[in-house]
């Protein structure tokens, strides 16, 4: 599995009735992750300009 290099951008998407609640954990899950379980994230990652409608879970403190 070859790391994420240079940089990856998520934007301009539309995110449905996203995010849930994991009763194992106990916690909300967001509508997006970024989860790098195998290695480290070498570049950079940009989130910009996304939109969740209507999600399971609020995160007050997000900017919008």
């Known amino acids: 599995m ?3 290099q240079g940089t990856t951008i ?3 998407n539309t995110l449905l009735r996203t995010g849930s609640y994991d009763s194992g954990y106990g916690l909300n899950l967001g509508a ?3 989860y790098a379980g195998e290695s480290n994230l070498k570049g950079k990652v940009l989130i910009r300009n996304n ?3 209507d999600s399971t ?3 007050p403190d997000c900017p919008r």
């Open 2 to 4: 070859q790391p994420f």
């Open 10 to 12: 998520v934007e301009r």
């Open 32 to 34: 997006l992750w970024q």
């Open 51 to 53: 939109t969740a409608l």
């Open 57 to 59: 879970f609020f995160w």
